[in-house]
C-alpha cells in the first residue's frame, strides 16, 4: 500500500513539475492570466505532492 501512495504522491510532483515547466509558453503568447492560473495550479499539486510523498514514506 505504501508503495502505492509513493506512486501517487511521483505522479503529482510530476504533473506539477510540466505545469510549471510549460507555463512559460503561456505568458510568451500573451496570455498572461492563463499562465498565472497555472502556475497557481502547479504550486498547489507540488505542495499536494510533496505533503503525500512525506506521508508514504513515515509509515
Do not use: C, D, N, Y
Not at 17 to 33: D, I, M, P, Q
Not at 34 to 43: I, K, M, S, T
Not at 50 to 58: G, M
Amino acid at each position: 500500500m505504501a508503495g502505492r501512495e509513493r506512486l501517487v504522491a511521483l505522479l503529482v510532483l510530476g504533473i506539477g513539475a510540466v505545469l510549471l515547466l510549460t507555463s512559460v509558453t503561456w505568458f510568451g503568447s500573451g496570455r498572461s492570466g492563463v499562465g498565472a492560473g497555472q502556475l497557481v495550479l502547479a504550486a498547489g499539486l507540488l505542495v499536494a505532492g510533496a505533503v503525500l510523498l512525506r506521508r508514504s514514506r513515515a509509515r
